[in-house]
């Protein structure tokens, strides 16, 4: 079938995109933080925040696409492909951009003439050549070829780190991965048995205290590789111990640091995160699970009473990274809370009923989900439960610091996200190229038709967008992880929605035989729908994260 020729582009045509989104972006951030107050305002305006704080995470991929491009040119490690790849990514994101802002200028007291300053004829030209037909049916063909597997390139150290896991995860989890998801089934414990020993729990916890300290951009390797075989089955598995060491690291004794992070890193401690409640989602500071001072068969400790939910693994879990209001008073809200760890047996299946030797009782649940499988999130109920004084994470100097020690470790969890949803759509990019090419309609392969060459282009392109904004967090967090926290979240916003975006497009390219759970891509769709809820909700993320953030500056 004949093709379009495709047009000729290079990284300049991706910088002069990304010059124009700029050009756009600013003075609509400038209005806006005088229409919000400095964003103090945003809840007034909460359509106009939403949209600013998407339109600056995807300028700010666009910027990280080019970075990420730019690099690996300098370091001789790119190829004509990467460089289409990178431009169609840009020229996507500008342009969602574009229509993101568009419809505001009225809104921001701006004219049209910001919009033609920002996107002259001539840009407007480069901006339909740099996400023409032409070229997105080449970087899909590509795709196709590759039957899928878009690897961006790294240095030797992140290339054997990502190969290592691929193999571990292509042996150990894919063979299991089906069975998992449609059953409901446990985790096997030879995953987190091999994980431990291979070192993956203890990617980003220091030496000294039984970790490999690699890096976060190993992590998220690690992570994007795992969640590739299953996202419930072994992706998610290295998040909940991640965000229990950060809280350790930031603000544990240094005897629990000692005692904890290297059966953390180990894998001898699995972890549940229990900060919800069935009234209290995203309002974390208005938790209102109690924890009072007491002492039971001789032991000073706390005594924990109240409801929680969407524990994920709570059932296998050793111990509970839970937060906890220690001031009884409702009004101290972010400043009463405390985070404990509060050790448990660890239980299969789907619900368990543990009762302590001096009486207090724990009764887990797991509510059913039609994803994100294996891994079980329950609704726990507690009752008169102790946990020892050692516990409270940094014993008396962690006395109402449980909030943002929690945040800290929720910004590596939305990092580890960002990981997550970008090997999921690795996943559903590789099925699917397989799929086109083995599939026969009318006579001919339906990877010969534009169409299907046209939508693998736009899920690579995707993918790309997601990888560099991530990595970028990730290298971000490595510098300082405190000023890093918005990256992750923008990370964690955009890569999630274009993991839905990826597996909706790649199930659709299958067909009727996109629905049949025969096909992982079902599995895929599914999975894919958790991202942009867990870790902080999207609508959440935007407003009371990013667009703070953005419109404070």
């Known amino acids: 079938m004949a093709a379009p020729s495709v047009p000729t582009v290079s990284l300049d045509d991706a910088r002069a995109l990304l010059a124009a989104g700029d050009a756009l972006l600013e003075p609509a951030l400038e209005r806006a933080r005088e229409i919000t107050s400095g964003g103090k305002g945003i809840d007034d305006h909460q359509v106009l925040a939403e949209r600013m704080a998407y339109a600056a995470t995807e300028q700010r991929a666009a910027q990280e696409v080019i970075a990420f491009a730019d690099r690996a040119a300098a370091e001789g490690r790119s190829n004509e492909n990467q460089v289409q790849t990178a431009v169609a990514a840009v020229a996507d994101l500008v342009r969602c951009l574009r229509d993101r802002l568009e419809p505001a200028l009225d809104d921001l007291g701006l004219g049209e003439e910001v919009l033609e300053k920002a996107l002259p004829a001539d840009t407007r030209a480069r901006l339909r050549a740099c996400g023409s037909e032409a070229l997105l049916r080449e970087i899909g063909r590509h795709a ?133 409640e069935p009234d209290i989602g995203s309002d974390v500071a208005g938790v209102k699970c109690r924890a009072t001072e007491g002492t ?61 030797p001096g009486g207090g009782r724990m009764v887990g649940k797991a509510d059913a989900t039609p994803g994100y499988r294996g891994m079980h999130s329950f609704t726990l109920n507690l009752e008169n ?44 990019l590789e099925e699917t190229a397989k799929y086109v090419v083995d599939r026969v309609q009318f006579a001919q392969a339906i990877s010969d038709f534009g169409l299907t060459q046209y939508t693998l282009g736009r899920m690579a392109a995707k993918l790309q967008q997601a990888r560099a904004i991530t990595y970028a967090a990730a290298e971000a967090f490595d510098e300082d992880e405190r000023k890093a926290g918005p990256l992750a979240a923008q990370a964690k916003l955009l890569a999630c929605d274009i993991a839905v975006d990826v597996t909706q497009q790649g199930q659709l390219m299958h067909g009727g035989w996109g629905y049949a759970e025969e096909y992982p891509i079902s599995r895929y769709v599914v999975d894919a729908t958790v991202l942009p809820i867990f870790e902080g909700v999207k609508p959440i993320l935007e407003l009371k994260v990013v667009a703070r953030n953005l419109l404070a500056a």
């Open 385 to 428: 439960y102790f946990v020892p004084a050692d516990h409270l994470v940094g014993e008396s100097s962690g006395l109402g610091r449980g909030f943002y020690l929690q945040m800290g470790g929720f910004a590596a969890g939305r990092l580890q996200t960002g990981g997550r949803a970008s090997g999921l759509a690795q996943a559903a």
């Open 296 to 356: 039971v068969d001789g032991q000073a400790g706390w005594i924990i009473n109240g409801p929680k939910a969407w524990c994920t693994f709570a059932g296998r879990a050793d111990v509970l990274a839970l937060l906890a209001r220690t001031d009884p008073n409702p009004d101290s809200g972010a400043k009463g809370l405390s985070l404990f760890i509060a050790p448990k047996e660890s239980f299969p299946g789907h619900e368990f009923d543990y009762s302590q």
């Open 144 to 276: 196709i070829e590759a039957r899928g597997r878009i690897e961006v390139p790294l240095d030797e150290m992140l290339e054997q780190v990502r190969d290592s896991v691929r193999e571990f995860a292509e042996n150990e989890v894919v063979p299991h991965a089906e069975h998992i998801h449609r059953n409901d089934a446990d985790i096997p414990e030879a995953f987190i048995t091999k994980m431990g020993e291979l070192g993956y729990f203890g990617l980003s916890i220091p030496e000294e205290y039984g970790g490999h300290e690699m890096g976060n951009l190993a992590m998220i390797l690690t992570t994007e590789e795992l969640s590739r075989a299953s996202l419930a089955g072994a992706g998610s598995l290295i998040t909940r111990p991640e965000i229990l060491s950060k809280a350790l690291v930031a603000g544990g004794t240094e005897q629990q640091k000692q005692h904890w992070l290297p059966k953390l890193a180990s894998g001898e401690v699995m972890v549940g995160v229990s900060v919800t």
